[in-house]
């Protein structure tokens, strides 16, 4: 709380007060005049300048008004229309600083000549958040490029979309920048790499589906990288993130790479890593020399137990197949090395199929890996039938070497549950959520249901979410629904519900949720998808 007091010179001085009401030390700042002020935030990068608005409420939102009206500007060019009213308001505006500069446009609404004229208006602006987006869903246009302005000393964020980014001929140095995204760009691994290298305030690199990439190399990063995030890019093949010891979060999504890629540091706390094929159909290359080559033994198991302060984990099947079989033959061969998770807080899991395979490799990564941390377990089942595909279509496919076909692991009967029963783990001691989409009420997904609820005697909620087109004609009454289901929740196939309703739980407060997907319902950290599982 703020008090005024005279001042010897006429004026007054705001001093703040303690809890108590007692006069504390003088906020001079805020009694400065409002034009001053101003001039203070025009000495402060964008990100600095709008935390000052919690200083007090002559701060607040006085940051927006730093620069000359407008300081930031957002353009949506539309077909065949002019762009010479936007241009001309460019000209009228001045070479003015800005905060912002967003420009977007589709087919057909923007040719090369004012594509060129606003970035390099954007430039002359000394903008700090740079956004170009072409908004052609599919590939990048290649007759619209961006030129690396060297040397910017303003830019802060960079968001490009669908278009193409140019090599530099040199690396440029961009000493204020600290996040780029690039999501459908065509862009080289040099021009990547050398973007990597200018910038030493880099927090977040994040490249989704972009052309032209094969390798991504992070190793001239500098102290600030915190988060990597490389998701179907189709051509790459191996990234090299060896070094970057300041990492908390990696997200990766595209062809199987190998562990050595991905740094063994204490910090990374969330990894989502999703294969698009097996292991087993991989030649692994390390791009890097040195201490690259002196890792290549390490598996991704080993990867996972050596990150002590991992909580957050997303593994899609390919990746959960990986890890598991590494942690069935360190079993099957009495090895006492630890192979737990002991930190891990929340797992998803994407799974692709749901074949007693699939279920065999949960239920190893649960009982050898998972220590008594886990809360919250997602599984995000396939969204289409799995278990339809005909036998033709499951003839000759084979999983990791083994001599049956894929065809007769859907006519193996699953364990006997007593036997599961007689396995303890510390994963269920304190797991309260499970949530399980697009469920069915499969055999196997029937058995994971059953086995969190006989051995979780803390869980809260299990939450089952049944694909739409699951849903009968008329089930969408709220008439009639089973006791021991959430009332404000639409009823769902009575199958499913009477084989859920009938299972032994260990914890009393269980509470048990059938319905369509619900927005509003609990999500994982890693929410966002790359690839469909279907």
């Keep these: 709380m703020a008090a005024a007091a005279s001042h010897p010179d006429g004026g007054t001085k705001t001093r703040q007060e303690d809890e108590e009401g007692q006069p504390g030390a003088e906020d001079r700042l805020s009694a400065l005049p409002e034009a001053l002020r101003l001039q203070v935030l025009c000495l402060l990068p964008l990100k600095s300048a709008i935390r000052t608005g ?50 977007s446009f589709g087919i057909g609404e923007l040719d090369g000549a004012d594509f060129r004229r606003c970035l390099d208006y954007a430039a002359a602006c000394a903008v700090e958040d740079l956004r170009v987006h072409y908004v052609d869903p599919t590939f990048p246009n290649l007759d619209f490029e961006f030129r690396l302005q060297p040397d910017d000393p ?30 459908r760009v065509y862009v080289s691994n040099m021009t990547v790499q050398r973007l990597v290298a200018g910038c030493p305030l880099l927090r977040s690199l994040d490249l989704r589906y972009c052309a032209g990439l094969n390798f991504v190399s992070i190793v001239g990063a500098g102290a600030h990288l915190t988060s990597f995030t490389v998701a179907e890019c189709p051509l790459l093949t191996s990234i090299s993130a060896y070094g970057a010891s300041s990492l908390r979060s990696l997200r990766y999504s595209g062809a199987y790479i190998a562990a050595y890629s991905i740094p063994a540091t204490s910090e990374l706390a969330d990894i989502c890593i999703c294969f698009r094929r097996p292991a087993r159909e991989w030649t692994p290359v390390c791009y890097a020399p040195g201490p690259c080559s002196d890792d290549l033994r390490r598996n991704w198991l080993e990867l996972l137990t050596n990150l002590s302060n991992l909580t957050v984990l997303t593994l899609c099947s390919s990746a959960l197949q990986t890890v598991s079989a590494s942690a069935r033959a360190r079993s099957v061969a009495g090895n006492a090395a630890p192979c737990k998770l ?46 339809c595909a005909s036998k033709k279509e499951l003839s000759g496919i084979r999983i990791r070497g083994r001599d049956r076909p894929l065809e007769e692991l859907f006519q193996v009967e699953p364990p006997e549950e007593a036997e599961l029963d007689e396995d303890q783990s510390e994963a269920f001691e304190n797991l309260m959520l499970l949530k399980m989409i697009n469920f069915r009420g499969h055999d196997n997904e029937m058995r994971l249901v059953r086995l969190v609820l006989k051995k ?16 009968p004609k008329g089930s969408r009454s709220r008439k009639n629904q089973p006791k021991g289901l959430k009332k404000d929740h639409m009823d769902t196939p009575q199958f499913i519900e ?22 509003s319902a609990i999500e994982p950290l890693h929410c966002e998808g790359f690839v469909k599982v279907d």
């Design 54 to 103: 919690v200083l007090s409420t002559q701060w607040e939102a006085l940051w927006t008004r730093r620069w000359p009206a407008p300081s930031s500007l957002d353009f949506r060019f539309a077909a065949y229309e002019s762009s010479e009213p936007i241009t001309e308001a460019l000209e009228r505006r001045g070479l003015r600083r800005l905060d912002r500069f967003a420009l």
């Design 154 to 183: 303003h830019l802060t964020r960079l968001s490009l979309r669908g278009i193409t980014i140019c090599n530099p001929l040199r690396t440029c140095a961009f000493p204020a920048l600290e996040v780029i995204q690039l999501r």
């Design 342 to 387: 002991h930190n891990l807080r929340e797992l998803q899991l994407l799974m692709f199929a749901m074949s007693n395979e699939n279920m065999d490799d949960i239920y190893v990564f649960l009982m050898n890996c998972c220590g008594p941390r886990l809360e919250r377990l997602f599984v995000q089942l396939p969204a289409r039938g799995y278990q």
């Design 456 to 471: 979780s005697t803390r869980l809260n909620q299990l939450i089952l979410f049944t694909p739409t087109s699951n849903l």
């Design 498 to 519: 009477t084989k859920v309703l009938s299972l032994r739980k260990a914890s009393p407060n269980a509470q048990i949720i059938l319905s369509e997907p619900d927005d």
